[in-house]
């Protein structure tokens, strides 16, 4: 009787542990999630994205049918893995709390679908500014935070610091540096500062000009090769570099493919350099490998319109006394090139124009080609014929304009020309109010941090 009673109990021992293990089993192959993007306590840049990494393989469609944000955003999917990305198509809005969700009903490969809806907030951070400090040599990275009005270095090199760019979420920088060998290394390090490593050693080569894929997978720059036999620089050449990798390889084949000034267009589809044997813009279309030529005397890639359809550019008219400055704008759909200003104006020289991010208005320098060396800021509206002057200071030229990532604000480097002090500063114009405000008096080319 009693091996019965043992036998009975050992067996309702094995059939519970045999439940436990089959819940267990279900519970987790049941349709769930093993982390969010941004995770708890983490702020997205005001370009960042969404991410959610399943703890399955997902049925693509279902998965991203049942993706929502509130408020509504406009977006683009993509999978990483078991991971499904949201790409906002405009930029986050610091006031703003996101709500993420993958609603209940997304379908796994296997059929199975979530039962309960996976939820997170994100919150977005406000952009701050990088800048250099410049010394005789080169200069070091600083970062000004608009919330509190500090500046903090970023890097400690000497002043050893050439160029210089953000990453298109702000999470990264990348920059030139000098090296021991007479050379710019490329080096990475993240927005606060931390963890500088060397993405790219150049040796005697000069690695400078980088900018980044829209995926931030690639940095294009440009390379001026050392040649050890006739112990000079060669022509530059544009190059790429993976960001993860650190491989890296000419753009072009062709040894005689001289150019530089590479720059990806903002929806990731076309990279612009500037051909210096050709002496035109070169568009290569990433997809299709198919190329557009502009040409222009100016030796630059000019600006991407919002979208990534449009360039803004300008061109070397000779003239009798110093030779014209033209705006253009070509539209890759259509082919066709259009003056940016209207009417052609005569005796008038520019400097390269900005692109707002609005797509509404341009930012660009000006001064008559007979004046004196002062260049001002100008702003003007595409759809209206005014243009509107940001600055008006003779004592002065002004370069590095640089839009906000709404289009609201402009900042920009005064350098003066005449004076006690030939310190360069950096300011900050609002749209809204056409007011200007100093904010670092000791900085030098500015770009947005998002």
Same mark, same amino acid.
């Given at each position: 009787?009693?091996?019965?009673?043992?036998?009975?109990?050992?067996?309702?021992?094995?059939?519970?542990?045999?439940?436990?293990?089959?819940?267990?089993?279900?519970?987790?192959?049941?349709?769930?999630?093993?982390?969010?993007?941004?995770?708890?306590?983490?702020?997205?840049?005001?370009?960042?994205?969404?991410?959610?990494?399943?703890?399955?393989?997902?049925?693509?469609?279902?998965?991203?049918?049942?993706?929502?944000?509130?408020?509504?955003?406009?977006?683009?999917?993509?999978?990483?893995?078991?991971?499904?990305?949201?790409?906002?198509?405009?930029?986050?809005?610091?006031?703003?709390?996101?709500?993420?969700?993958?609603?209940?009903?997304?379908?796994?490969?296997?059929?199975?679908?979530?039962?309960?809806?996976?939820?997170?907030?994100?919150?977005?951070?406000?952009?701050?500014?990088?800048?250099?400090?410049?010394?005789?040599?080169?200069?070091?990275?600083?970062?000004?935070?608009?919330?509190?009005?500090?500046?903090?270095?970023?890097?400690?090199?000497?002043?050893?610091?050439?160029?210089?760019?953000?990453?298109?979420?702000?999470?990264?920088?990348?920059?030139?540096?000098?090296?021991?060998?007479?050379?710019?290394?490329?080096?990475?390090?993240?927005?606060?500062?931390?963890?500088?490593?060397?993405?790219?050693?150049?040796?005697?080569?000069?690695?400078?000009? #980088?900018? %980044? &894929?829209? @995926?931030?997978? *690639? =940095? $294009? !720059?440009?390379?001026?090769?050392? /040649?050890?036999?006739?112990?000079?620089?060669?022509?530059?050449?544009?190059?790429?570099?993976?960001?993860?990798?650190?491989?890296?390889?000419?753009?072009?084949?062709?040894?005689?493919?001289?150019?530089?000034?590479?720059?990806?267009?903002?929806?990731?589809?076309?990279?612009?350099?500037?051909?210096?044997?050709?002496?035109?813009?070169?568009?290569?279309?990433?997809?299709?490998?198919?190329?557009?030529?502009?040409?222009?005397?100016?030796?630059?890639?000019?600006?991407?319109?919002?979208?990534?359809?449009?360039?803004?550019?300008?061109?070397?008219?000779?003239?009798?006394?110093?030779?014209?400055?033209?705006?253009?704008?070509?539209?890759?759909?259509?082919?066709?090139?259009?003056?940016?200003?209207?009417?052609?104006?005569?005796?008038?020289?520019?400097?390269? #124009?900005? %692109? &707002?991010? @609005?797509?509404? *208005? =341009? $930012? !660009?320098?000006?001064?008559?080609? /007979?004046?004196?060396?002062?260049?001002?800021?100008?702003?003007?509206?595409?759809?209206?014929?005014?243009?509107?002057?940001?600055?008006?200071?003779?004592?002065?030229?002004?370069?590095?304009?640089?839009?906000?990532?709404?289009?609201?604000?402009?900042?920009?480097?005064?350098?003066?020309?005449?004076?006690?002090?030939?310190?360069?500063?950096?300011?900050?114009?609002?749209?809204?109010?056409?007011?200007?405000?100093?904010?670092?008096?000791?900085?030098?080319?500015?770009?947005?941090?998002?």
């Amino acid at each position: 009787m009693k091996w019965r009673q043992g036998y009975t109990t050992y067996l309702l021992i094995v059939l519970a542990a045999l439940l436990a293990a089959f819940a267990l089993l279900r519970l987790r192959n049941r349709v769930g999630h093993l982390s969010v993007y941004p995770g708890p306590a983490e702020q997205i840049s005001i370009y960042g994205r969404f991410g959610v990494t399943f703890n399955q393989p997902m049925n693509i469609h279902s998965a991203q049918a049942h993706f929502a944000v509130q408020p509504a955003l406009e977006g683009d999917f993509a999978w990483e893995g078991h991971t499904l990305w949201f790409t906002p198509r405009q930029p986050l809005d610091p006031s703003q709390v996101y709500q993420i969700i993958i609603n209940p009903g997304a379908e796994a490969e296997n059929g199975r679908r979530l039962r309960t809806p996976i939820t997170w907030q994100a919150s977005v951070r406000e952009p701050d500014l990088l800048f250099l400090r410049l010394d005789t040599t080169g200069g070091d990275l600083w970062r000004y935070e608009f919330a509190s009005g500090l500046a903090t270095p970023l890097t400690d090199t000497g002043a050893s610091i050439i160029d210089f760019a953000p990453s298109p979420t702000g999470d990264l920088i990348t920059y030139a540096q000098h090296n021991a060998a007479g050379g710019h290394d490329l080096w990475l390090v993240s927005r606060d500062g931390n963890n500088p490593r060397q993405l790219l050693d150049c040796a005697q080569d000069r690695c400078f000009q #980088p900018d %980044w &894929s829209v @995926d931030a997978q *690639w =940095i $294009a !720059y440009a390379r001026e090769s050392y /040649d050890t036999e006739a112990k000079r620089y060669l022509s530059a050449r544009v190059w790429t570099v993976n960001t993860t990798s650190g491989e890296t390889a000419p753009l072009y084949r062709q040894p005689e493919a001289y150019g530089h000034s590479p720059s990806f267009s903002p929806d990731g589809k076309r990279l612009a350099t500037y051909s210096t044997l050709q002496q035109a813009i070169r568009v290569l279309e990433l997809e299709t490998s198919q190329e557009s030529v502009i040409p222009t005397l100016y030796p630059g890639v000019g600006d991407w319109s919002p979208n990534g359809e449009e360039l803004i550019f300008i061109d070397l008219v000779p003239s009798v006394l110093e030779p014209n400055v033209a705006i253009h704008i070509v539209n890759f759909k259509s082919q066709e090139v259009r003056p940016a200003l209207g009417e052609f104006i005569p005796n008038m020289d520019y400097d390269p #124009p900005q %692109w &707002s991010p @609005d797509g509404a *208005w =341009i $930012a !660009y320098g000006a001064r008559p080609a /007979d004046a004196g060396i002062s260049k001002g800021i100008w702003v003007k509206n595409l759809a209206a014929d005014e243009a509107h002057p940001v600055t008006d200071d003779l004592s002065a030229t002004f370069v590095g304009y640089r839009w906000g990532p709404w289009g609201e604000r402009l900042v920009f480097q005064r350098f003066p020309i005449s004076g006690p002090t030939s310190q360069a500063s950096l300011w900050l114009w609002e749209r809204s109010t056409g007011k200007t405000t100093l904010l670092i008096e000791n900085g030098a080319r500015p770009e947005w941090l998002p």
